[in-house]
DNA sequence: CGTTTTTGACCGGCGC
DNA sequence: GCGCCGGTCAAAAACG
């Protein structure tokens, strides 16, 4: 099976980090507002899925627009206020707290910071970040709750249009060992010795990388 | 030497 | 209109 054949498999937006996190916060971020979104759900659903039960569900996430941004209609960029000025459209944003030492966390993306700016009542400066992809727009956020200093809200504006690399290093070699086994399994002759699934990390990678060629 | 980070300047939205 | 604030730009510096 060549690699190309594989579904476009696209990452969770946020740190997978905060996925394995046994202190991961789950209180709704504050000063926040609920609203529907075009964010990838079934993304975030199986990606907080693949949590491995530490924290089953989702992780600490609440999608939330800025006092700007108006859901009531798609083309908010288009609307107009009272005053006749335009609204500028603020894509939908997805915000997870996380109690780290770490301010960056890894979500397999690659990020460049394209600014920082000091926010008022917080010691902690927020940084600005944009995903290196060059067809890529998406934009993240990383700043200090004032409350409570140890944790990192990070918040992410926008769908990535390009696989995560790093998951599908991930999930390269699992999709590779499952349909080994379903190879097995289809092969093996009725009433036979039940087909062994025992497979290392190793030799996961080197089926990968061999099948990805 | 190409890429990334830093950081002050700049701009636009908002409240008064 | 003015000042504040958040977000972005872009030149310089740092890094690998």
Not at 181 to 207: D, H, Q
Request: charged share 20%; glycine share 4%.
């Amino acid at each position: 099976m060549e690699a190309e054949n594989f579904p476009y498999l696209f990452a969770p937006s946020f740190p997978l980090a905060s996925l394995n996190s046994p202190s991961l916060i789950d209180q709704p971020m504050q000063n926040s507002q609920y609203a529907s979104s075009d964010i990838d759900l079934a993304n975030l659903l199986s990606s907080s899925m693949a949590n491995g039960g530490e924290n089953p569900g989702f992780p600490c996430l609440s999608t939330f627009s800025s006092s700007m941004a108006n859901y009531e209609g798609e083309n908010v960029n288009k609307n107009k206020v009272k005053s006749g000025r335009k609204k500028k459209y603020i894509p939908p944003r997805v915000a997870f707290h996380t109690r780290s030492a770490e301010d960056i966390l890894d979500d397999g993306y690659k990020w460049r910071k394209y600014g920082q700016k000091a926010v008022k009542n917080s010691i902690h400066p927020r940084s600005y970040y944009r995903c290196t992809h060059h067809t890529c727009n998406v934009k993240k956020q990383i700043q200090r709750l004032a409350k409570d200093t140890s944790v990192v809200v990070t918040t992410y504006e926008g769908i990535h249009n390009h696989p995560c690399e790093k998951l599908m290093e991930t999930l390269i070699p699992l999709t590779m060992w499952i349909a080994s086994i379903e190879l097995r399994c289809n092969n093996s002759p009725p009433n036979s010795e039940p087909v062994s699934f025992m497979r290392t990390g190793a030799e996961l990678g080197k089926r990968a990388r061999v099948c990805a060629r």
